[in-house]
């Protein structure tokens, strides 16, 4: 038989490596593939992981996840998964420089990446925290601030009345016409939450602020809030049932709806959280190690 890894792990952030550290202590053989482009390692400073009193910057975190991973025996490779298809006994994969791995079990993490807006220096407006993704993640970083919120639908107006538990300086800017405004402007009345009524027409960043255009007017934002979505990867989910944003549907045991597929980490449904993609990934981890062949050794 050709080689087979008991897991295959597609996706390094969080929750894909704290899967393969999880079934690498269980004495299974696995291997990780990861393209390299996890959401977390773009996070300037997590204040949300437990054990990090100042903080942590996603890439550290992760670097620090991929070496316990590779202490305990996980394989980690760098590379894309291009197709992934079921055959005996397991499932097969292949990535994008011809190489075919197989496996008798799969967990999916390969996580969501943020509908970026038009502003130039992103990166360092993301550093900077100028321009933010997550209000669960750093909602306590703007109390207070002049804050404004990209909105292309309604859910950009929940995400404003989400921040205003943190500041009383909001502004909504819509990014288009087609997203009708004013059909939400009793709520944000409500709130104490501003509304400008032309859409967006340029964005920039200037001393260390984030200076936004909409019609003949200007407004500064100490931070601005891209509330324009995500996109989910579950491409290599082999038609898994998912809901209606794409996120995959999971069992207790984070198990798809195909039998060997599981799912952890924001690809999956639930609250996007390095955290919860870690507790995640271990309840798939110890499912995999309980649905496999016992792993008894001489």
């Known amino acids: 038989m050709a080689d087979i890894y008991d897991a295959l792990v597609i996706g390094g952030g969080p929750g894909g490596l704290a899967g393969a550290l999880y079934l690498a202590r269980f004495r299974r053989r696995v291997r990780v593939v990861d393209d390299g482009c996890s959401r977390a390692t773009r996070i300037p400073r997590s204040h949300n992981m437990p054990g990090y009193p100042r903080g942590v910057p996603g890439n550290k975190l992760v670097a620090a996840i991929r070496k316990q991973a590779e202490a305990y025996g996980a394989e980690l490779s760098v590379g894309r998964v291009e197709t992934l298809e079921r055959v005996a006994p397991g499932f097969a994969a292949v990535l994008a420089d011809g190489t075919r791995l197989l496996a008798r079990t799969v967990l999916l993490a390969t996580g969501v990446s943020d509908v970026e807006p038009d502003l130039p220096h992103l990166v360092e407006a993301v550093r900077t925290g100028a321009l933010r993704y997550c209000p669960v993640c750093d909602?306590?970083?703007?109390?207070?601030?002049?804050?404004?919120?990209?909105?292309?639908?309604?859910?950009?107006?929940?995400?404003?009345?989400y921040l205003r538990n943190f500041t009383a300086r909001l502004h909504?800017?819509?990014?288009?016409?087609?997203?009708?405004?004013?059909?939400?402007?009793?709520?944000?009345?409500?709130?104490?939450?501003?509304?400008?009524?032309?859409?967006?027409?340029?964005?920039?960043?200037?001393?260390?602020e984030v200076r936004v255009r909409h019609g003949a007017a200007e407004t500064c934002c100490d931070s601005v809030y891209s509330a324009l979505g995500t996109r989910v990867h579950a491409e290599l989910s082999m038609g898994a049932d998912t809901d209606e944003a794409g996120y995959l549907l999971t069992d207790r045991h984070r198990k798809t709806s195909i039998d060997g597929l599981y799912a952890a980490g924001d690809v999956a449904q639930g609250l996007n959280q390095i955290s919860v993609a870690a507790g995640d990934a271990a309840i798939a981890a110890a499912a995999i190690h309980l649905a496999l062949a016992p792993a008894w050794r001489k």
């Open 139 to 161: 909602g306590y970083e703007i109390i207070d601030k002049a804050v404004g919120v990209l909105a292309a639908s309604e859910a950009g107006i929940r995400e404003a009345l």
């Open 172 to 208: 909504v800017f819509r990014t288009s016409h087609d997203f009708r405004i004013e059909e939400h402007s009793d709520r944000l009345a409500e709130a104490g939450i501003r509304w400008a009524p032309e859409p967006v027409d340029s964005l920039r960043l200037w001393d260390a």
